[in-house]
């Protein structure tokens, strides 16, 4: 598969689709911006030697709360229960100093302009995606929300789960749908699910990472995608 870059290719691929699912943490938002990252991941961890959990090496140098999140799954249903819940709550807290992506409002709108339907497909919270976006005024932008609801970890991407979910409930067709995700796991829920993957090159060395993990297109900003439109 050749991966596909330019004006022509992001016009192809935006104009055929029907079905456009963007990722939170990066098409839509940094949403550690204000928030980091690894103070949400210590902060998960505070909790859990609190509870008495004697972490790995590996958990205790984790800077992402995504991968904190993951090891709680084999501590037992209460501790991946308060985890889930803990870092549900954290992320609304960043939520509300995330910033936004640049030229993510204006695809939102166009998007809804040119009669797409748009889903937000997150391993974040649907809580956080839900006070972001009202925060901004687009909420009501947004057909569907399909983001971290379970306990289970594995249901996050790169499982396809949360996109299959989203596509169910559109009603979608995966040949006239697609995902913009700044992520291999992005790439790969994608390719998995047999819809169109558009890679969102927002840091140096991500283009290459996303080429190789499977996407159709590679955009370098948000604007390429509402400019398609």
Do not use: W
Not at 47 to 52: E, Q, T
Not at 115 to 126: F, G, L, Y
Not at 129 to 156: C, E, K, N, Q, Y
């Amino acid at each position: 598969m050749t991966t596909r870059t330019g004006p022509q290719a992001v016009r192809d691929v935006m104009q055929s689709a029907r079905y456009v699912l963007l990722d939170f943490d990066g098409p839509i938002c940094d949403v550690f911006a204000g928030f980091p990252a690894p103070e949400v991941a210590d902060r998960l961890r505070i909790m859990l030697k609190a509870a008495g959990v004697d972490l790995p090496q590996s958990v205790q140098e984790e800077d992402d709360p995504m991968e904190v999140f993951r090891f709680s799954a084999d501590l037992g249903k209460d501790l991946n229960h308060a985890t889930l819940n803990a870092l549900t709550d954290l992320e609304v807290e960043a939520a509300a100093t995330a910033r936004l992506t640049p030229g993510a409002a204006d695809l939102i709108r166009r998007l809804g302009e040119a009669n797409k339907s748009v889903a937000v497909v997150s391993n974040n919270s649907v809580a956080a995606v839900t006070a972001f976006l009202g925060a901004h005024g687009l909420l009501t932008a947004v057909d569907l929300i399909s983001a971290r609801m379970d306990p289970d970890p594995g249901l996050m991407k790169p499982n396809p789960h949360l996109v299959l979910q989203a596509l169910d409930q559109l009603d979608a067709d995966a040949a006239v749908s697609l995902l913009v995700g700044d992520s291999v796991t992005d790439m790969q829920a994608s390719k998995s699910t047999n819809i169109t993957a558009v890679g969102y090159a927002n840091k140096p060395g991500k283009a290459e990472q996303l080429a190789a993990a499977g996407a159709d297109v590679i955009v370098m900003s948000m604007e390429e995608l509402a400019t398609a439109l």
